[in-house]
């Protein structure tokens, strides 16, 4: 159990629906990742955020935006969804996000798109 | 981040070392070299990291070379439940991104 609680684990919907996904980081850590993880595509980068501010960004599409609360959970809304938006979805989290950190993943949100 | 070479796939006999190789030679001073890997569909795991030193930890050994351009990953005695897709990943310094690659396959075979 790397501590990183993703909800919820499955998640089926149809194309143009809206959904979020949430991720609560290891206690302690400031640092949220998102990553998103599709048959053709492998692990891709899509945002970071550190305490509450978006510190880098992947190749995140327009329709998806995430935002981390002060709470320090993160949430990562998908809108306007289509077929292609079919994948895992990860979060990870890490104390500070600095580059000599190790990353701590969660399971992840299946996410099927019909 | 810079970029990585591994071969795509490789088998491993239960209980032997499994080295997986990893090139990185245009690596800077400051960057680390990352190990992760990821077991069927679950999250990436982290395995180990280095810089210029060999790391040891209680899942592997990272040996890095002397110019720093290729690095190994060792799994001491591998075992069934190693069979994995490893990622070999050289993080740049300030760059907040995480980024995989295609990894190598290992298949653990008994």
């Known amino acids: 159990d790397s501590g990183v609680t993703q909800t919820p684990k499955h998640l089926i919907t149809a194309t143009g629906q809206r959904v979020t996904l949430r991720c609560s980081p290891r206690s302690g850590d400031l640092s949220v990742y998102w990553y998103q993880q599709s048959l053709d595509q492998g692990l891709q980068f899509l945002i970071q955020?550190?305490?509450?501010?978006?510190?880098a960004k992947g190749n995140i599409l327009e329709r998806f935006s995430a935002q981390q609360f002060p709470d320090l959970h993160s949430e990562l809304n998908l809108s306007s969804l289509e077929l292609g938006d079919s994948a895992l979805y990860f979060c990870?989290?890490?104390?500070?996000?600095?580059?000599?950190?190790?990353?701590?993943f969660g399971s992840g949100t299946q996410l099927s798109v019909l | 981040d810079a970029k990585t070479t591994q071969p795509p796939s490789m088998d491993c006999a239960e209980g032997r070392a499994a080295n997986l190789p990893c090139n990185h030679s245009?690596?800077?001073?400051?960057?680390?070299v990352y190990w992760y890997r990821q077991i069927h569909s679950q999250g990436p795991q982290y395995i180990i990291h280095g810089l210029k030193n060999n790391e040891t930890n209680e899942m592997a050994s990272l040996i890095i070379t002397e110019d720093r351009k290729s690095s190994t990953l060792i799994l001491p005695h591998a075992t069934l439940r190693d069979t994995a897709v490893y990622y070999c990943?050289?993080?740049?310094?300030?760059?907040?991104?995480?980024?995989f690659g295609a990894g190598t396959t290992v298949t653990v075979r008994a």
């Open positions: 990943i050289v993080r740049v310094t300030n760059d907040y991104k995480l980024s």
């Open positions: 955020y550190y305490n509450g501010e978006e510190r």
């Open positions: 990870a989290s890490s104390v500070t996000g600095s580059t000599n950190e190790k990353l701590f």
């Open positions: 245009t690596i800077s001073g400051n960057e680390y």
